[in-house]
């Protein structure tokens, strides 16, 4: 059994591969993937307040991991109820409250933009997601959103891997997630569900440590 040293220092590993710290820049709309992560939703509202895009799009249902958390509403919902109290405008924001997976935040998402007149509109999107998953999220925007010519920066919480865990965010939760999220990156692009990332030798690895390790539940 390895020591908690050294599992910690694979997983810290990991969770910086996930992140791409991409350069922000003006965008036509931020999109802000909902999840057990509330943190999420005051750095989208954060970068809205901040001129960053004028419209602030929320995608997500209510999954597994984030039944019964809100009080039984949609996590797009719970977050836009979050950007509100911050001050972003009712009509500044779309909700999207069905989606289980990155997958269907796409569709859904577009299918919503295309119903409200608003996909001429958008060129460049600024994704908002958890940390240890920017790099799927993008792999997954760029590869299955319908639009062509649409960019995409990525970004998150600005939270370092030893303060990330909390009580909304246990860290062996976090580590199972993170770890199914790397074999994810690497079996997904043969499905067409996402664009080829490169995973350094000795991040997989880690990842392997920590499976034999017992962080497999949420292994594809």
Known sequence: MASSTSIDADAKLIYNYHRLHHQLEPASAIFCLCSLDTRVAVRAADLYLAGLAPLLIFSGGVGILTEGRFDGVPEAEAFAAIARDMGVPNSAIVVEPRSTNTGENVRFTYALLEEKGLLGNIKSFILVQKPY?????????????PGEGVKFRVTSPEVEWEEYPDEENPRELVMSIMVGDLVRIREYPAKGYQIVQEIPENVWEAGQRMIIEGYSKHLP
Do not use: S
Not at 133 to 145: D, H, I, L, N, S
């Open 133 to 145: 998953m920017e790099r799927r999220t993008y792999a997954t925007f760029v590869k299955q959103w």
